[in-house]
């Protein structure tokens, strides 16, 4: 059984940080890119970051730069969002997706996980 398992949210002041996990199984982790989404309630879903499944390449929306990154262990099967600096305006559910392309497009991804919330108060 196909699994993503997205863990590290909570509520956190502006200017604070979180580290959101994104545990694997089922597939070949090494395989597939990484990409985190985030929805916002009454907002589409939106690319936020990205990682290929070699490491070598990463994107990310423009808001978040230079704020969050993201990392992969292979041998862990376990993809990180770390979250620095937030703002009140990324607050939203955030979702990881593993996909053969390192895309913004929903879409083009095969798997996805449930979420987990991510609330930053002002």
């Known amino acids: 059984e196909v699994q993503l398992v997205e863990s590290g949210g909570g509520l956190v002041q502006a200017g604070g940080s979180l580290r959101l996990s994104c545990a694997a199984s089922?597939?070949?982790?090494?395989?597939?890119?990484i990409g985190w989404f985030r929805q916002a309630p009454g907002k589409e879903r939106e690319f936020v970051i990205g990682?290929?499944?070699?490491?070598?390449?990463?994107r990310y929306r423009e808001s978040v730069k230079g704020r969050f990154t993201i990392s992969r262990d292979n041998a862990k099967d376990t993809v990180y969002l770390r979250m620095n600096s937030l703002k009140p305006e990324d607050t939203a559910v955030y979702f990881c997706a593993a996909g053969k392309l390192l895309t913004r497009t929903p879409d083009l991804y095969d798997y996805w996980g449930q979420g987990t919330q991510v609330t930053v108060s002002s």
């Open positions: 089922g597939f070949t982790f090494d395989d597939y890119a």
């Open positions: 990682v290929s499944s070699d490491t070598q390449t990463t």
